[in-house]
């Protein structure tokens, strides 16, 4: 890849990642007002479906844009990071609202695809083309969550908690195995990123990674609980769910 001119790289904060963070609240905002009009009717399937087909429009550039010899980084261009899995599973959950992909949007969504926007490892500035693929790939997939969560009413229990823990444990053990044997370090699972992070909060390796599993395992637990706590109270007691995913329930 060129070299980034001084002028042009990307910082943490700046202006430009102040804008990209007003845009991406004012439209998770929207989101949840269209959502909840639209909740229970085909009007808010089609929304949904829309914003599954913008996960792509944006997203499948940035894997192309990767593939060429200006651009080409065996990090960056072979889809392993979890953040490339995240958009996947959003375009399931948004177009087909299988219990399994609406849960990882909302673990994957809004606790780690939110650290890559918080604190991004990205050089890139505006308007250049890698700027621009990465914030929008990283603000739908948080639009996603929001939307199926808190727009369309598709929440977690502790079911998809499990499933979200798994299939987590899962991409982190073949991604540890892959940066093993290739020198990669896809997901930060074998050293700390070059700028600033959460991770160096945590201590040296293999300390972070782990207590990035505890951290995980806590924080998910607790942004199920609200959900299932609610369900619990505004449900007969005893009844059982026939929608066929007993993993989300619509609020």
């Not at 070299?3 to 905002?29: E, I, K, M, N």
Request: glycine fraction near 6%; charged fraction near 10%; hydrophobic fraction near 55%.
């Amino acid at each position: 890849m060129q070299a980034t001119s001084l002028a042009s790289r990307f910082s943490a904060f700046d202006t430009s990642h102040q804008v990209v963070l007003a845009v991406l609240l004012a439209g998770a905002l929207l989101l949840v007002w269209v959502g909840r009009a639209n909740r229970g009717n085909e009007s808010g399937v089609l929304v949904g479906k829309l914003l599954a087909v913008a996960i792509m429009t944006f997203t499948v550039p940035l894997q192309i844009l990767y593939l060429t010899p200006e651009y080409w980084s065996l990090e960056r261009t072979l889809p392993l990071q979890l953040c490339d899995l995240a958009w996947m599973v959003a375009v399931v959950g948004l177009w087909t609202h299988r219990w399994w992909a609406v849960a990882l949007t909302y673990y994957w969504g809004l606790t780690l695809t939110t650290q890559a926007i918080i604190t991004p490892d990205l050089v890139a500035q505006f308007p250049d083309p890698v700027f621009i693929l990465f914030w929008a790939m990283h603000s739908t997939v948080v639009w996603a969550a929001v939307y199926l969560t808190w727009g369309l009413g598709l929440t977690p229990d502790w079911r998809s908690y499990r499933a979200a823990l798994v299939g987590t444990g899962a991409w982190a053990a073949t991604v540890l195995l892959i940066n093993l044997s290739a020198g990669t370090n896809f997901g930060y699972l074998n050293a700390k990123p070059a700028s600033a992070s959460v991770l160096d909060l945590l201590g040296d390796w293999p300390w972070y990674v782990l207590a990035e599993i505890a951290i995980v395992a806590v924080v998910w637990a607790v942004v199920t609980w609200p959900w299932v706590a609610l369900h619990a109270r505004r449900s007969p007691q005893g009844a059982t769910p026939t929608d066929g995913r007993p993993a989300h329930r619509q609020r």
